[in-house]
């Protein structure tokens, strides 16, 4: 019940079209698929697309797009996973569609919200076997909806609605011991984002370091590295090169690095954690609550849990050190560090269960505030569209925008956030724990 009402909330997302080219491409290349076979876009017909934001036929630079040098044929530029995760939903619409084959976005939505709905169960499974499961049931619906995976990438098929759905089934293979079966969904997150490999082998490698059993190494690599093969495949076929990395501007992000000193890349990691307009402790401030008792949850963690996590933050940094820091357009909180939010999850779920009852009051507070918040960007399809790539994240707030505009708004999130706080303050001290789960009584 939990993934059928998260869908559901998800399914919010159809109401309102999205203003970024970065979702556009992935829903058109999928839709292109679906109805015609093909991922070349020249012979599109201009009365089949809709009078999108930004975008003016499917040469703008609204869209990202690319020219296959060995036959000239046009093909939008995203990742595997993001195109392909969309196709069957297109494929169903198309049923309904006849002869018509009009493209729209609401099957990429709904393709987004059933992925990432799938993905805050699969994490809510994997958390109720370290913790009681009312506690793994409220930190799930934080997850669910309290943070941008309900804005972003459950709202749009966006490659983060595969990566944290990838990430998801990692945690919780693992949490099972099933090693083969953490490859295979590390091969699905990393054909959503490609450095998501990092996270794979530091799940691999840390685990099967701290068993000394080499062999779970070699079963998480045999099981991603299938995805890996299919992602240079996908790069030869459109894009004219085995490079898995043809999705994206490769040469752009290589010189990227290279430009920027240890100052400017200090400031670009800040900027993804405090700045006022995407930082992730600024939209999900209850992980300030949760920091504090880290330490002790680290010591009782089981080795998969601390890999897990230890490689979203690897991933998170190589994110900033590959792409500056601009804050973005097009979403509605942040983005970027959402994969790296997932691979933490089962850890700071088992440092949440350790606070006290006013802490957990406190917490729910701000959660109900988190929901609102990201309510108010979801139903009226409000989105960031002050950055200019010169640093304006640091300078604006969607939240205080929010408030300007419609002050009773605001009173609505008050409401939610002391609602909430009112029924976490019923919950019993210090749940009992369930046989077999990690956290010590007391």
Known sequence: ????????????????????????????????????????????????????????????????????????????????GVVLAGVPAYVVAGWFDG???????????????????????????????????????????????????????????????????????MAWAASRERWWLVGVFGGVALVGRLHLALVVAAVGVGVAIARRRPGIAIRVAGGSLPFLVASSAWGHWLYGSWSPTTGYAASTLGAWPASRDWGERAGDLAGALVSPGVGVLIWTPCLLLVLPFLARAWRDAPDWTRSLAL?????????????PFDGGTGFWGYRLPLETLCACFPLLVLAAVRMGRRTRIA?????????????????????????????????????????????????????????????????????????GEVVPKG
Not at 370 to 377: K, M, T
């Open 99 to 169: 002869a018509a084959g009009r493209f729209s976005d609401a099957p990429g939505s709904l393709t987004a919200a059933l992925l990432v709905s799938v993905a805050a169960t699969l994490l809510l499974s994997c958390t109720a076997r370290l913790v009681p499961f009312r506690a793994a049931l409220a930190c799930a619906g934080a997850l669910a909806v309290g943070t941008p995976l309900w804005s972003v990438a459950g709202n749009d098929l966006w490659p983060h609605s595969v990566g944290v759905l990838g990430i998801a089934g």
């Open 311 to 323: 490689g979203g933050i690897v991933y998170l940094a190589i994110q900033v050190y590959l792409n």
């Open 1 to 80: 019940m939990f993934g059928v009402a998260v869908f559901l909330l998800y399914s919010l997302g159809t109401l309102h079209p999205p203003i970024t080219g970065d979702v556009w491409s992935a829903d058109l290349g999928a839709w292109r698929l679906a109805t015609s076979a093909t991922p070349w876009l020249d012979d599109v017909d201009p009365d089949q697309l809709p009078a999108w934001p930004g975008v003016d036929g499917v040469s703008s630079s609204g869209l990202w797009t690319a020219t296959n040098p060995d036959n000239g044929h046009l093909t939008v530029a995203r990742s595997p």
């Open 363 to 435: 917490a729910s507070v701000l959660v109900g505030l988190q929901v609102g918040l990201l309510a108010i960007g979801v139903l009226f399809g409000a989105a960031s569209t002050d950055a200019d790539g010169d640093g304006d994240a640091w300078r604006y707030n969607l939240a205080l925008d929010a408030y300007r505009e419609n002050p009773p708004a605001f009173l609505l999130i008050l409401g939610m956030g002391a609602t909430a706080a009112y029924l976490l303050a019923r919950w019993p001290q210090r749940p009992r724990l369930g046989h």
